[in-house]
């Protein structure tokens, strides 16, 4: 079981923003799916729910071709930043309407999930916040019960308490029904450690698709008194530096030493946006 995306090319006029891109999301797991403003992370969903179209190239959803496919697609799910509901229907009727074309919809867990972020079933669509239009829009998501669940910038709006919130139900609902989760997003450091596998589109390219274990092998962090740290990265390959009165931290291209303490210094990890500035830097 899996979604796979074969050759997929499109384009807006002499704009390419999927260029011949080939990968596949597979069953139970969980994706980030990561890029810069414009590299072609939402055309990309959008080519696999069919609300655009590609050029050239297909879609697989479990071996079915998706082009225009309800039997495919219904095991999709897509939350998009966009809006596409009538503004001046009520949550609860939303949430029923979604049963209509989801039959595996939980509206019980729905309206259990509404309750936790002190949504009023009874506001409709335009009286809410952009915090709360993606609430209502992420409990849908969370509460299909699709095989595949697609979330393009699902926090946007959300106050630091609802996205813990949002992660926490996430992870909760994962562990429970085995959907794959892809997730797009600009907050990466938020989602660093909800993420399985990462996959990184630049330019309308797949550069990256590969576990968060192994990925996060390409860099390091070493820190410690300024003086020491400058000497250390004198031969490295640089990809930026903190500093703070007399400490410095600086981010190196490469292996992880495998000593964690060296002169003085400390080596860790890098942080996964440091790495992903640096992997889609021009």
């Not at 009023?120 to 809410?128: A, F, G, M, Q």
């Not at 400058?230 to 009165?245: M, N, R, T």
Request: with cysteine; hydrophobic share 40%.
């Amino acid at each position: 079981m899996s979604i796979e995306i074969k050759d997929v090319t499109k384009n807006y006029g002499t704009t390419c923003a999927l260029d011949k891109v080939s990968v596949t999301f597979e069953n139970n797991t969980i994706y980030g799916l990561l890029g810069r403003n414009g590299a072609g992370k939402t055309t990309l969903l959008n080519v696999i729910t069919n609300r655009i179209f590609s050029d050239a190239g297909e879609v697989l959803i479990d071996g079915i071709p998706a082009r225009e496919n309800d039997e495919a697609l219904r095991k999709v799910y897509m939350m998009s930043e966009k809006n596409y509901y009538p503004e001046n229907i009520k949550i609860k009727d939303i949430f029923r309407w979604t049963g209509e074309f989801y039959p595996d919809f939980d509206f019980e867990y729905a309206c259990s999930l509404a309750d936790a972020f002190e949504l009023h079933l009874n506001k409709n669509v335009k009286s809410l916040s952009t915090g709360y239009n993606s609430i209502f829009k992420a409990i849908i998501a969370l509460s299909v019960n699709t095989p595949y669940v697609l979330l393009d910038e699902p926090v946007l709006g959300l106050d630091a308490n609802h996205r813990d919130m949002f992660y926490r139900f996430l992870i909760e609902r994962y562990s429970e029904t085995q959907s794959t989760f892809v997730i797009s997003t600009h907050l990466i450091e938020e989602i660093s450690n909800l993420i399985e596998q990462i996959i990184i589109i630049k330019k309308g390219k797949i550069i990256k698709n590969e576990s968060r274990e192994e990925l996060m092998t390409y860099g390091y962090t070493v820190s410690g008194k300024a003086s020491l740290v400058d000497e250390y990265i004198s031969d490295k390959y640089v990809i930026g530096v903190d500093s703070i009165g007399g400490l410095k931290s600086a981010y190196v291209m490469g292996q992880l030493p495998k000593e964690k303490t060296l002169e003085g210094l400390e080596i860790t990890k890098i942080d996964l946006q440091k790495l992903f500035i640096k992997l889609t830097d021009n």
